[in-house]
């Protein structure tokens, strides 16, 4: 309940963090988009809805553009890095196990079949849905996939993904109606982000149906 209230009221929560943290918030925020795309237990973290309030804040002058931006492009890129890493270093050995703590293994096969599907541009069209962003990579490192071919579309993917969420939240997040309605935004952000994940899993369930 507690995460959902700073989840609707991000942008003051953010705020608030800034007033209280300083500079340390760049810090902060480097490490958060950096898990959520590199820490294959931690897909439940803030990823659109924390970079569209970013980028309203930054529009107030409490964050530098120029240089918030940047930093987390680098932490997006860099944490896929890693957890491509992570999959292609342990990834096998978890696929081989029913049961393993701290992750979940059916949210695992359904990425693996979107990998599968898409291939290389998984990287890149994962960014835009939470979730399939934190398995991507790490299905990505189990498969062996090229690095400088995996790299390649992480630092597109990764760029794109944190511009758009920024820079949008930036021009469009002080609009008068955005900023009275701004949880709602935030809600849309989050069920738009959904829609493209919930199709895959009814595509998938609809599969598994047939195959019986």
Sequence with gaps: MEFIEVLLDIDSFL??????????????????????TGLVVTPFLPGDSLLFAIGAVA???????KLIAPLLMFAAIL??????????????????????????????????????KYGGKAIILSRFLPIFRTFVPFVAGIGKMNYGKFMSYNLIGGSLWVLFFILGGYYFGNI??????????????V???????VVEYLKYRNQISKEK
């Design 15 to 36: 705020a608030l963090y800034i007033k209280k943290y300083g500079i340390l918030i760049y810090f902060i925020l480097f490490f958060i988009i950096f898990a959520e």
């Design 59 to 65: 529009a107030t002058g409490s964050m530098e553009i």
């Design 79 to 116: 944490g896929n890095a890693v957890n491509y890493r992570i999959g292609y270093t342990i990834g096998p050995k978890i696929f081989r196990r029913e049961n393993v703590r701290f992750l979940d293994k059916k949210s695992l096969e359904k990425t693996k079949l979107f990998y599968e």
């Design 176 to 189: 008068s109606y955005v900023q009275n309605n701004f949880g709602l935004v935030i809600i849309g952000i």
């Design 191 to 197: 069920v738009v982000s959904l829609i493209p994940s």
